[in-house]
């Protein structure tokens, strides 16, 4: 007991210092967005958001029902595989082969992941030393640069604009840079310009990336929501596995962001890298995950649904949109609107009139998701509608957007 009396704990005060990476990075856009709700709870007001890409209708119970049944069956399964069960890896295969007549080989050209956010983020660990330029899109998901920065690497912006179609243009790239370049990011249909790329388009980039020894780094977690059966998005699978990696997801395809599940497919040397990345990094994606995801890609009856539903919220709201006197910006592809504003205004003071308690609709500055490059700022003039609010909801945004008027 003496010996406890006279102990004394010394009291210090540590200086904890973050790495001059993660100083460098500011906020995350959409948790910006998320504020701006709290902002407008907080003071009483229900806003309809159609921030965040995040569908609000519930994943379809042919999944849910599945991952209960998987629960069971995996109860003794232990740490998972780390580049995904061969089960998932041939369903991914089949699924391929069927939606874009690409054949794949489970074993040598698929890799599971804990959803595309994780992939696309760890993929430059495998390929880019410091210095080295990685190209990717502007405006475009945050995770190209985050994986880019934290891997030692340079970002190169390509502003994405409505004369060039929303495509870059590779050939303005300085050669020096492009000397310099491990991976070119696309990602087509387009967030949050709603662009589909065509086949001539995606053969350009193809041969641009061959010719200069560049991986061609396709995200593609949109080509299931389109508008036009007969003119379905194309992959970049589809023109080569030559140095290309695509990137998949079941977030918007089967409203299973939760789940956290998605793959990584192409070339089998690319692939053999980005397996070793992730076997260093994650113990594998959950198996009865996994499951789910199976259940999910051998079901298109529910993803019809979500496409019939996402047409009737599209048109709702473009409908409204265009009788405020807006330009009509109805798109081809994904679950966003790339809203042009009105004349004189600017992305944030239009997202601000939309927030007013009148009207209480949260959207994203598209300047919020751009960088100013080469003096141009491609997402000012835009503000980002994601479509995930119910049928129902869409409707009384749609009342509530008539009720502006900028002709």
Request: proline share 6%.
């Amino acid at each position: 007991m003496a010996v406890l009396e006279n102990f004394r704990i010394k009291l210090i005060k540590m200086k904890l210092e973050a790495s001059q990476r993660v100083k460098e990075l500011g906020s995350y856009a959409f948790a910006d967005v998320d504020n701006e709700v709290a902002k407008l709870k907080a003071a009483g007001i229900t806003p309809i958001d159609f921030g965040v890409g995040d569908p609000k209708d519930p994943t379809p119970a042919i999944i849910r029902n599945y991952t209960k049944r998987a629960l069971d069956k995996r109860k003794s399964s232990g740490y998972p595989s780390y580049i995904g069960s061969q089960e998932f890896r041939e369903e991914v295969a089949a699924w391929t082969k069927k939606r874009f007549e690409v054949e794949l080989d489970p074993n040598k050209e698929v890799c599971s992941n804990i959803g595309a956010k994780e992939a696309v983020f760890h993929f430059p660990l495998g390929f880019v030393n410091p210095g080295d330029y990685v190209l990717m899109p502007n405006p475009g998901y945050p995770p190209y640069e985050r994986g880019t920065t934290f891997a030692g690497g340079k970002a190169h912006f390509m502003n994405l604009l409505a004369e060039n179609n929303f495509l870059p243009k590779l050939d303005v790239i300085p050669a020096e840079i492009v000397k310099k370049a491990k991976i070119l990011w696309l990602n087509y249909p387009n967030n949050p310009t709603t662009a589909v790329a065509t086949k001539e388009f995606y053969k350009e980039a193809v041969d641009f990336c061959h010719d200069n020894n560049i991986i061609l780094a396709s995200d593609e977690p949109y080509t299931e929501n389109y508008y036009d059966e007969k003119n379905k998005p194309l992959s970049a699978l589809n023109i080569s596995k030559e140095g290309v990696v695509v990137f998949q997801s079941l977030s918007k395809r089967s409203n299973m962001t939760c789940y956290r599940v998605g793959w990584v497919a192409g070339d089998e040397n690319i692939i053999s890298v980005f397996k070793k990345v992730k076997t260093n990094i994650d113990s594998g994606t959950c198996t009865f995950i996994q499951d789910s995801a199976i259940a999910a890609l051998s079901d298109e009856v529910h993803v019809d649904q979500f496409r019939r539903d996402y047409k009737i919220k599209r048109d709702l709201i473009i409908r409204a949109l265009t009788s405020a006197g807006l330009e009509n910006c109805a798109p081809k592809g994904t679950i966003y609107i790339w809203q042009k504003t009105p004349k004189g205004m600017s992305s944030v003071e239009f997202a601000k009139k939309l927030l007013q308690k009148d009207v209480a609709i949260v959207t994203t500055p598209g300047s919020w998701i751009s960088k100013e490059i080469n003096g141009v700022n491609p997402g000012e003039g835009y503000v980002r509608f994601a479509l995930v609010p119910t049928i129902a909801e869409c409707k009384v945004a749609a009342e509530r957007l008539r009720r502006l008027r900028f002709k």
